[in-house]
Nanobody, 125 residues
Framework: QVQLVESGGGLVQPGGSLRLSCAASGFTLDYYAVGWFRQAPGKEREGILCITSSDLSTVYADSVKGRFTISRESAKNTVYLQMNSLRPEDTAVYYC??????????????????WGQGTQVTVSS
């Protein structure tokens, strides 16, 4: 069964850090671009970062530059989103998605093939 599962969300104070995990089962995540997206209440889904199958990263959201990074751990078939210097406006449900198998680029959001169920991140004092 093909599945992506996010974990690592929770409540954190402003200025704190969290690391989200996106673990794949049923397929090899290394072959795919993996994107992280988020959706806050009442707002549209926003692309944050993406890593290609060639391990090149792309930042979609200017608001996370210098604070968020994306990385892979092939042995665990997992991609991570490291989030530092968190702000209240980072509060959202965070999703990972896999797509563009073997193509070496990050596709548009609607072209990702697999999506996780999301994990809640709340930044509040």
């Amino acid at each position: 069964q093909v599945q992506l599962v996010e974990s690592g969300g929770g409540l954190v104070q402003p200025g704190g850090s969290l690391r989200l995990s996106c673990a794949a089962s049923g397929f090899t995540l290394d072959y795919y671009a993996v994107g992280w997206f988020r959706q806050a209440p009442g707002k549209e889904r926003e692309g944050i970062l993406c890593i290609t199958s060639s391990d090149l990263s792309t930042v979609y959201a200017d608001s996370v530059k210098g604070r968020f990074t994306i990385s892979r751990e092939s042995a665990k078939n997992t991609v991570y989103l490291q989030m530092n210097s968190l702000r209240p406006e980072d509060t959202a449900v965070y999703y990972c998605a896999g797509g563009a198998r073997g193509l070496g680029f990050c596709p548009a959001a609607h072209e990702f093939d697999y999506w996780g169920q999301g994990t809640q991140v709340t930044v509040s004092s």
